[in-house]
């Protein structure tokens, strides 16, 4: 018994980085575009796991019911802000067009929250023309900022300028990877998902948007409850906060343990702080 304890205890320890470090899970975060028009399909993305985020066009006819429900999940929700396009498609009530003012873009932007009331981020619906426009996008950036809202890019255009006007500005600026349902067809669909599979694979990250449609709804069915081991589905909101808590400084001030020059003697020592003052 002894020997066989004492042989035990002498195996090497399993090395630490084998045993703990599991390999990061790549990372899938989908998008529902367009939410608030379709009753029946709205609550069929409502049925999927939460954290499936969920874009909301605050002028649709149901979009203040749509922002409580996703809200009430726990689900992350956009607001799926209306912007021109190149072609100039007629947009929804309250999107923004080139020429707008920051002011204006502020009333767009307050008016959308009051309606979208629960959103953390925004992205474009459309917007062709509009995020390719250096004016429009400064703009745009500073609300954000000020709001504490992030960006989604929902790259309708290969001439976007948010990530660079974003970084500028100090917002946060996520890009779409896959559009899920360029076509309606269900075998396309398909084949979209599994590229965004392999794209979170090669890349770590695979941000995915998609419509309330009935091919779309019935390939996400299938291929979330049979997603792979190795991908994880997250949540907008948790790919943005990651990014978020990278602290701007280093904590020195927390850590050291020098007494800071503005504590006068005697002070008790504490850990983590620089001694208080008794
Ligand atoms: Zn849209």
Known sequence: MIVFLTALLSLPAPAQSEQFTAAQPNKLAIVI????????????????????????????????????QAQQQGRDILIHMPMQSVSNMKIEEGGLSLGMSKQEV??????AEQIVSHAIGMNNHMGSAATADTPLMTHLMRVLH???????????????????????????????HVFLDDSDNFGDIQHQFQLALQHARKHGVAIVIGHPRKNTIAVLQAGLRHLPADIQLV??????????????????????????????????????LRGVPE
């Open 33 to 68: 575009d367009d939410m608030g028009y379709r009753p029946q399909e709205d609550a069929q993305i409502l049925a999927m796991p939460k954290a499936v985020s969920v874009a909301i066009i605050p002028a649709a006819p149901y979009a203040a019911q749509r922002n409580r």
């Open 106 to 111: 502020e009333q767009r932007l307050q008016q």
């Open 146 to 176: 000020q709001r504490g809202l992030f960006f989604l890019d929902s790259r309708t255009i290969g001439k976007s300028v948010a990530a660079k006007i974003g970084r500028q500005e100090g917002v946060s600026v996520l890009e779409r």
């Open 235 to 272: 949540g907008m909101g948790q790919l943005w906060r990651h990014e978020k808590i990278t602290p701007p400084k280093p904590y020195i001030l927390l850590f050291s343990d020098l007494p800071a020059p503005t504590s006068h003697a005697p002070f008790k020592y504490e850990p983590l």
